[in-house]
């Protein structure tokens, strides 16, 4: 079965620290595919990126990045210098193959601070 | 392109009522979803769509029901509500089996 699990319920930062949010998966399947979606106070839910289980490679995208391991499960998400409008609640997602069904993790809520 | 739009916004119902929760998206994807989100909560799957015809239950179908005659359109049924059904109802659409979801802004019911 497969399982998404975000142990941080919620974290604080002051703007322009660095945060990372955690995300460990269980999966049995060899495919998958992981994602990361961010869900602002205004409610709406925000594809932020999507990875299979065959590019282990680390993505950046401006103050975002990702650590993707196999080894440990885990899909962390690192913002770079936090901004106020980074707060928001992030959930961490997995999809198995044929990938018909989406499990999301509980979400972890990002408070950043001015 | 609109996406994925879910009407009504908000709703409020009294116990025992019905209602239907429409979705409709204009990408032409295949798979649609509907799930839920309590207050301070994760997205649970209530049903999910692999194509017009071909529905199937998630992790909390009881008190729901769907269809899907159309590709663009996946309205979510809910008979003889219940205060447990207070939530916020979030459908989401996807074109391929490795592709992200795309989801609607979500539609806040209140069960009294």
């Known amino acids: 079965a497969q399982k998404v699990t975000q142990a941080q319920t919620e974290i604080s930062v002051v703007e322009k620290e660095d945060v990372t949010l955690d995300c460990v998966y269980e999966?049995?399947?060899?495919?998958?595919?992981l994602f990361w979606y961010k869900q602002p106070p205004s409610g709406e839910l925000v594809f932020l990126i999507r990875r299979n289980s065959f590019d282990e490679q680390n993505e950046i995208s401006g103050r975002y990045s990702w650590n993707f391991q196999k080894s440990t499960s885990s899909f962390n998400f690192t913002i770079t210098a936090s901004q106020v409008v980074d707060s928001a609640v992030y959930f961490c997602a997995l999809s198995e193959s044929p990938g018909q069904n989406f499990v999301f993790g509980p979400g972890t809520r990002l408070s950043v601070l001015p | 392109n609109a996406g994925v739009t879910q009407t009504p916004k908000f709703r409020i119902l009294k116990i025992g009522q019905s209602m239907t929760l429409q979705c409709t998206q204009d990408?032409?994807?295949?798979?649609m979803y509907w799930y839920r989100q309590d207050p301070g909560m994760g997205l649970k799957l209530i049903y999910y769509s692999v194509g017009a015809g071909i529905t199937d239950k998630g992790e909390v179908p009881n008190g729901y029901n769907v269809s899907r005659s159309t590709t663009e359109d996946f309205p979510l049924r809910l008979e003889l509500a219940a205060p447990s059904q207070t939530s916020v109802y979030f459908c989401?659409?996807?074109?391929?089996?490795?592709?992200?979801?795309?989801f609607g802004p979500g539609t806040r019911l209140t069960v009294l």
């Open positions: 989401a659409s996807k074109g391929g089996f490795d592709n992200e979801q795309f």
């Open positions: 990408m032409n994807h295949n798979y």
């Open positions: 999966t049995r399947d060899t495919t998958y595919y």
